[in-house]
């Protein structure tokens, strides 16, 4: 349930709904808009039948919420949030590219590759240091070490930095190193995850499970922030379909309609979701033209010798060319970059 309070509504008069709220023992959420508060309700509402709270001073309305994501929910916040991580932000108005490689390889390789993303316009240093592979034989990434080149990295050059964990453990060191992390599509609806995800204190970039419904996706960033943790973002990365002229098929439509049910941002990753070079620039169009607030973009220094992703990795060349290539449809979309 949503409490909508009057624009002008006094402290005291939201502070009297909350107390009454919290005497039940439900929960409170309050979401302070430019001239409208809103009172979020977590918990058994039944609690609150003879309170009459929509005769309380300062309350407009009562909106009952049917989804079962609450706390995501756009009606609970109306206007999209910005999210700060590091020294840039990801949010409306702008666009934010994270770059890099699928997995850190060396030192020499994040620095090299840090100097000409941001070059071209990332603020955003991505690279896997452990990395959940489909097959065993594949390379699992180099840990810790790993999260210590890319932190090197992006201290260098000025870049945010995000990297994917997998564990309890992977979270843990992660913290130490990244500005964000990251939970992954086979992750998804590791529910224990994403609540020591939510516990962790940094911002979460939570991607698309391979068959996940929209609902489903929301509900699994319901996790992290009961935890406590508002700061999640939303990354579409292709579904699992028929289709295989492409790893996955892309849903653009997704971000249309995650801007209708949540105000958290929504990104975009034309890599995973093709596996094919050729096809990032043209998807990573389309998504800057449905509302994506950002694209997390593959790039190597030799994606012939890459040790994960080397077909759908961008050269310096070619991300260069696509971050040229996007700025008149930021420009269509009011969005700087």
């Known amino acids: 349930m949503i409490i909508v309070m009057k624009p002008g509504a006094s402290s005291e008069n939201i502070s009297s709904v909350v107390n009454t709220i919290q005497r039940k023992g439900l929960e409170t959420h309050l979401s302070q808009g430019k001239e409208v508060t809103i009172i979020g309700v977590v918990g058994d509402k039944s609690k609150l039948a003879y309170d009459n709270l929509e005769i309380f001073e300062g309350v407009d309305k009562i909106v009952p919420v049917t989804e079962s994501y609450k706390l995501s929910n756009k009606k609970f916040h109306p206007e999209p949030i910005r999210i700060q991580v ?16 699928c997995a850190v390889e060396t030192e020499e390789q994040m620095h090299l590759i840090a100097q000409n993303v941001k070059k071209a316009g990332a603020t955003i240093l991505r690279g896997g240091a452990y990395k959940p592979r489909t097959s065993p034989y594949a390379f699992q990434g180099l840990g810790e070490d790993g ?3 890319l932190q090197e990295a992006g201290k260098e050059t000025g870049l945010a930095t995000i990297s994917e964990v997998i564990s309890l453990d ?13 939970i992954g599509a086979r992750n998804m609806q590791n529910f224990f995850l994403l609540k020591e995800a939510g516990r962790a204190g940094l911002p979460v970039l939570l991607k698309r499970g391979l068959s996940a419904t929209i609902d489903e996706w929301l509900n ?12 999640v973002i939303l990354c579409e990365r292709g579904i699992r379909t028929f289709e295989t ?5 892309l849903d653009i439509s997704a971000v249309p309609v995650l801007k209708s049910k949540t105000y958290l941002p929504v990104i975009v990753d034309p890599s995973h979701a093709t596996g094919v070079r050729a096809y990032v620039s043209p998807l990573a169009k389309s998504a800057i033209a449905a509302g994506a607030d950002g694209l997390m973009i593959e790039v190597h220094n030799d994606p012939a010798n890459a040790l994960s992703d080397g077909p759908q990795s961008l050269t310096f060349a070619q991300f260069n060319t696509l971050c040229d290539e996007i700025k008149p449809f930021c420009g269509l979309m009011n969005r700087s970059f």
């Open 86 to 101: 590091g020294n840039t932000s990801i949010g409306p108005d702008t666009l934010t590219i994270m770059a890099g490689p």
């Open 245 to 249: 002229a492409t790893r996955n098929t």
């Open 220 to 231: 699994a960033a319901e996790y992290i922030i009961s935890e406590g943790n508002p700061n």
């Open 147 to 149: 999260l210590r080149y």
């Open 170 to 182: 992977a979270i843990n060191t992660a913290v130490k190193y990244v500005d964000m992390i990251q």
